[in-house]
């Protein structure tokens, strides 16, 4: 097209295989000149594989040509020798057929390249390849998001250290030494340092390709870790604002108590004691809430992990007072991704077997793996919950008496999905279910 130039690689490689070409037709005419007819043909497959593989789209059509043109100087100097002609024909039909397979192959691999490299300058995520120097490990290749993230360009990236860009540069070492050509590396996070002076977060997974570099990919992750520090500097400052409100309410609380106490012992009439009495039970019941929700200001603050359900209930019953109840858990090597409050989940339903369960002797917990997940089982010997009373146990009521405590043991176990249900059979004790998703166990 006019005003278009092509590439001086282009150029070199068109020039080669011109001069190649001559070369094997030379060659062969002046060969046959002095007879010899079976060595010099094989230079035919220089250029035969040069324009098969440079051009596979017309390499068959190339081999073809150059089979008919070494024909055509062949053929006149055979002198009606079958056998010769033969091997001519024969080697001009190899020249097709390598044509053919090269371009097959060179095709193949231009789509190969074709599709890396569209994933590569494509990417959303910012991709490195990088050469792992004594000196200094250099950046080789890099796409337009990988020097967008560091606030520069692809032209002056080349041939620039990686460690350049690395608020610890230290942080290279470690990542080579977790690398080797069987194992890459995910999630590494790490702060880079633009030209300009500003830092970017990034978490960065990578493997050794088979030549010894190095492919990186590096998403942006400042944005969420700006908002994950925001986020939570907002609940500790909520929490600590409940903290303190908290505090106000009992100090308030214990004053209308004593106050209340004052008059029940300076009044003497039944109409006034009933009524400061009346008075004093609903202060109890707000100082009791009050001291319940201690428990939880913490609730979501802190990461969710993995956590051994064997260890979690044994250290939660050596904490309880349990008179005339054991309790047997059956949960040995099974850990569950749960929020750090999983120990109040799991005291409050063994306190509630003990003191709504009347006749209870024993707590077993167990679980049975489904195709769904994993079911907790956590079952009593007492006396169960009516029918009516299954859902409504863990609704919060406000102003009624209990299902406080069940209400945020729902509450922690839905941070990770949980569920959790009562099943038992009224008269025969309570079973309460938890569900587990599929990802939110491991058997150890």
């Known amino acids: 097209m006019p005003g278009t130039r092509r590439s001086p690689i282009i150029d070199n490689r068109i020039l080669l295989i011109a001069v190649s070409i001559i070369i094997a037709f030379a060659a062969n005419a002046l060969g046959l000149f002095f007879g010899i007819t079976s060595a ?162 990034v978490i960065v997974s990578g493997g050794q390709l088979p030549d010894g570099r190095i492919i990186l990919t590096l998403v942006d992750v400042t944005a969420r870790r700006n908002a994950e520090d925001a986020l939570r500097q907002a609940n500790t400052k909520l929490n600590v604002m409940g903290r303190l409100t908290r505090n106000d309410l009992m100090a308030a609380v214990s004053a209308l108590r004593r106050q209340i106490n004052a008059g029940l012992s300076e009044f003497d009439d039944p109409a006034i004691h009933q009524y400061l009495e009346k008075l004093e039970e609903d202060a109890r019941f707000v100082q009791s809430r009050a001291e319940i929700t201690r428990d939880y200001q913490n609730l979501g603050l802190r990461p969710s992990d993995w956590q051994p359900l064997q260890k979690v209930i044994r250290e939660v019953t050596s904490c309880l007072l349990l008179p005339g109840v054991s309790v047997r858990p059956w949960v040995e090597r099974l850990e569950v991704f749960a929020d750090p409050l999983l120990d109040r989940v799991y005291s409050n339903l063994i306190e509630n077997s003990a003191r709504h369960g009347e006749t209870v002797s024993e707590v077993i917990i167990t679980y049975q793996l489904r195709d769904d997940g994993l079911i907790i089982y956590i079952e009593d010997d007492g006396v169960g919950i009516p029918g009516t009373e299954k859902e409504k146990i863990f609704e919060y009521r406000p102003g009624g008496e209990g299902g406080l405590g069940l209400f945020f043991v729902r509450e922690v176990l839905s941070i990770t999905n949980m569920t959790i249900r009562e099943t038992g059979t009224p008269g025969e004790g309570a079973r309460f279910e938890i569900h587990v998703p599929p990802d939110g166990y491991r058997i150890v």
């Open 40 to 201: 010099l043909p094989h230079i035919f497959y220089l250029p035969i594989v040069l324009l098969a593989y440079s051009f596979p789209r017309r390499g068959t059509v190339s081999a073809l040509a150059l089979s008919l043109g070494y024909l055509a100087i062949c053929l006149p100097f055979a002198g009606g020798d079958g056998g010769l002609i033969t091997a001519m024909l024969a080697r001009a039909v190899i020249f097709v057929a390598i044509g053919t397979i090269v371009s097959l192959l060179a095709l193949r691999l231009r789509e190969q390249e074709q599709r890396y490299r569209g994933v590569f300058d494509n990417s959303e995520a910012g991709t490195f390849i990088v050469a792992p120097e004594n000196a200094a490990p250099r950046i080789e290749e890099v796409n337009y998001m990988g020097a967008a993230l560091l606030g520069s360009t692809i032209k002056d990236l080349i041939g620039e250290p990686i460690t350049r860009f690395l608020e610890d540069p230290e942080a290279w070492r470690d990542f080579q030494m977790r690398v080797s050509p069987d194992k890459a590396v995910y999630g590494y996070e790490v702060a880079l340092r633009r030209p300009d002076g500003g830092i970017v977060r």
